[in-house]
T-cell receptor
Framework: KQEVTQIPAALSVPEGENLVLNCSFT??????LQWFRQDPGKGLTSLLL?????REQTSGRLNASLDKSSGRSTLYIAASQPGDSATYLC???????????FGTGTRLQVFP | DAGITQSPRHKVTETGTPVTLRCHQTENHRYMYWYRQDPGHGLRLIHY???????DKGEVSDGYSVSRSKTEDFLLTLESATSSQTSVYFC????????????FGPGTRLTVT
């Protein structure tokens, strides 16, 4: 059974720092991995999707990497801003399933 | 933003009453999902649909049923609401040609008293 873990559960950093959020999964037979952002009281916003054949994806200040063999993905946020404060979730889709398995998220606070 | 709406956005109901939540999409995506989100449990899949009248169970389907009679609408019914079903419910959609990337609705906050 696929399990997805995100460490740390919470992170507080000063504005301007580059930071890395981690996502680990137990079954490397994945179809893709998706990173989301969730603001308090809101739905999830898709940030990046990495296919199993890809090593990384970039969108603006965000870069997500994927290492299937080690069961890890990282989300790199460059030059963090207070507006980046949110909960970040990763989710994995297996090869033979229509379902996503979610981690429990990292709650990020960026202070001025 | 993907065209996904959920109704109602907030609901308070009493234990034992039936409740139906609606998800409506304007994207013509084949796949639709219902999740619940609870502190300490994260997002858990309740039911999903892979086409009109085609549905399957997720990991927490007990006490819930779904129906999809049109591509754009996916209904979640709590047959007899219990306090343990107090949660935030999210609908999501995806499509194969977009690599099954999931897009989420704004959520429905349900309180069962």
């Amino acid at each position: 059974k696929q399990e997805v873990t995100q460490i740390p559960a919470a992170l507080s950093v000063p504005e301007g720092e580059n930071l890395v959020l981690n996502c680990s999964f137990t079954d490397s037979a994945i179809y893709n991995l998706q990173w989301f952002r969730q603001d308090p009281g809101k739905g999830l916003t898709s940030l990046l999707l990495i296919q199993s054949s890809q090593r990384e994806q970039t969108s603006g200040r965000l870069n997500a990497s994927l290492d299937k063999s080690s069961g890890r993905s990282t989300l790199y946020i460059a030059a963090s801003q207070p507006g980046d404060s949110a909960t970040y979730l990763c989710a994995v889709r297996g090869r033979n399933t229509d379902k996503l398995i979610f981690g429990t998220g990292t709650r990020l606070q960026v202070f001025p | 933003d993907a065209g996904i709406t959920q109704s109602p956005r907030h609901k308070v109901t009493e234990t034992g009453t039936p409740v139906t939540l609606r998800c409506h999409q304007t994207e013509n995506h084949r796949y639709m999902y219902w999740y619940r989100q609870d502190p300490g449990h994260g997002l858990r899949l309740i039911h999903y649909s892979y086409g009109v009248k085609d549905t399957d169970k997720g990991e927490v389907s007990d006490g819930y049923s779904v129906s999809r009679s049109k591509t754009e609408d996916f209904l979640l019914t709590l047959e007899s609401a219990t306090s343990s079903q107090t949660s935030v419910y999210f609908c999501a959609i995806s499509e194969q040609v977009r690599s099954y990337e999931q897009y989420f609705g704004p959520g429905t906050r349900l309180t069962v008293t």
